[in-house]
T-cell receptor, first 114, second 116 residues
Framework: AQTVTQSQPEMSVQEAETVTLSCTYDTSENNYYLFWYKQPPSRQMILVIRQEAYKQQNATENRFSVNFQKAAKSFSLKISDSQLGDTAMYFCAFMNSNTGKLIFGQGTTLQVKP | DVKVTQSSRYLVKRTGEKVFLECVQDMDHENMFWYRQDPGLGLRLIYFSYDVKMKEKGDIPEGYSVSREKKERFSLILESASTNQTSMYLC???????????????FGDGTRLSIL
């Protein structure tokens, strides 16, 4: 069975600095997808970034980028130039390409401080 | 933009009651999902559906059932609510049609359910 682990329950960063959130996963599959979702306080969960396992190039979306290490089964999220609006809970998620189901990590609460 | 609407943001019910949580999406998505979110556990899949009238158990289906009579609507039913079902419930939808997907899921705002 696949599992996703986020080992940092809480993190904080100063506004304008860079922060990296960790995520590791376990699977025997070769074809899968990885996601980072953001859940702001009392607001809707939204997709931040997506990575296809067959792509070696790391995905980037503006200030958000990932470090995907397939052999190490690691998928960290880097947030550059942190903004107050980045304060949220962040979830790493794994999708098996055969089932389309998402498996989520425990979440990391990120606080951006002014 | 995809809109996934959950019928209630907050709900308080009593043990033993039958509870219905409703979810509607407006983007003609084939796939719909129900999760519960608990601190330290992340999101866990309760049930999902790939099409009308179809349903499959997720990781924690015990004590729950679902109904999908129309493509846009996916209902979660707590047959006899218990206090350990107090949680945040999230509905999601995604494009589908068959089972091999990389499509992201779109989430509703969630329903915070308290069972007293």
């Amino acid at each position: 069975a696949q599992t996703v682990t986020q080992s940092q329950p809480e993190m904080s960063v100063q506004e304008a600095e860079t922060v990296t959130l960790s995520c590791t996963y376990d699977t025997s599959e070769n074809n899968y997808y990885l996601f980072w979702y953001k859940q702001p306080p009392s607001r809707q969960m939204i997709l931040v970034i997506r990575q296809e396992a067959y792509k070696q190039q790391n995905a980037t979306e503006n200030r958000f980028s990932v470090n995907f290490q397939k052999a190490a089964k690691s998928f960290s999220l880097k947030i550059s130039d942190s903004q107050l609006g980045d304060t949220a809970m962040y979830f790493c998620a794994f999708m098996n390409s055969n089932t389309g189901k998402l498996i989520f990590g425990q979440g990391t609460t990120l606080q951006v401080k002014p | 933009d995809v809109k996934v609407t959950q019928s209630s943001r907050y709900l308080v019910k009593r043990t033993g009651e039958k509870v219905f949580l409703e979810c509607v999406q407006d983007m003609d998505h084939e796939n719909m999902f129900w999760y519960r979110q608990d601190p330290g556990l992340g999101l866990r899949l309760i049930y999902f559906s790939y099409d009308v009238k179809m349903k499959e158990k997720g990781d924690i289906p015990e004590g729950y059932s679902v109904s999908r009579e129309k493509k846009e609507r996916f209902s979660l039913i707590l047959e006899s609510a218990s206090t350990n079902q107090t949680s945040m419930y999230l509905c999601a939808s995604s494009l589908g049609g068959d089972r091999g997907y990389n499509q992201p899921q779109h989430f509703g705002d969630g329903t915070r359910l308290s069972i007293l």
